[in-house]
């Protein structure tokens, strides 16, 4: 069965550093990996995804690396700012064109100004 | 722009009621989509359904029922709230194909009492 973990649970940072979060996932057999992120109490806004023929895509300050036969991806965040404060999800995909997502339990980043 | 809706964002219910939660989208998607987050558990897969009056069980389906009956609506009923399905629900919806993304709506929280 497909697991999904984000290391670490919880992230602070200072404005202005680039930032790492981390994804790992237990069985390869992917169609596509997503990265979201939820602020609190609302609904999850998709940021990147990535299929599994790819190796990274990029929007503005994130970038988000795939490597599947490891069962990892990163998602990098670039001279973070305090609006990037937020709950990062992410969740892989599986299955045929009907495939549900298998999400992580989140990383919660706090950039502080 | 993409838009999923979901009728009610708060909702306070006693134990034993019936309870429907409603979740409209107006981008033409097949696949349809009700998840369920806990702190500490993630998002779980309770419902989904690829097509009108089609539906397949998700991870957590016990206590749940759903309703296609127009592409546009999916609806989650509870038919008898119980304080352990106090959650936040969150509505979805994605198009067909491997490569799409999915939408979220903005949540539904629900209170049994």
């Known amino acids: 069965k497909q697991e999904v973990t984000q290391i670490p649970a919880a992230l602070s940072v200072p404005e202005g550093e680039n930032l790492v979060l981390n994804c790992s996932f237990t069985?390869?057999?992917?169609?596509?990996l997503q990265w979201f992120r939820q602020d609190p109490g609302k609904g999850l806004t998709s940021l990147l995804l990535i299929q599994s023929s790819q190796r990274e895509q990029t929007s503005g300050r994130l970038n988000a690396s795939l490597d599947k036969s490891s069962g990892r991806s990163t998602l990098y965040i670039a001279a973070s700012q305090p609006g990037d404060s937020a709950t990062y999800l992410c969740?892989?995909?599986?299955?045929?064109?009907?495939?549900?997502?298998?999400f992580g339990k989140g990383t919660k980043l706090s950039v502080k100004p | 722009d993409v838009k999923v809706t979901q009728s009610s964002r708060y909702l306070v219910k006693r134990t034993g009621e019936k309870v429907f939660l409603e979740c409209v989208q107006d981008m033409d998607h097949e696949n349809m989509f009700w998840y369920r987050q806990d702190p500490g558990l993630g998002l779980r897969l309770i419902y989904f359904s690829y097509d009108v009056k089609m539906k397949e069980k998700g991870d957590i389906p016990e206590g749940y029922s759903v309703s296609r009956e127009k592409k546009e609506r999916f609806s989650l009923i509870l038919e008898s709230a119980s304080t352990n399905q106090t959650s936040m629900y969150l509505c979805a919806s994605r198009p067909v194909g491997s490569g799409n993304t999915i939408y979220f709506g903005e949540g539904s929280w629900l209170t049994v009492v």
């Open positions: 069985d390869s057999a992917i169609y596509n």
């Open positions: 969740a892989v995909r599986q299955g045929g064109s009907q495939g549900n997502l298998i």
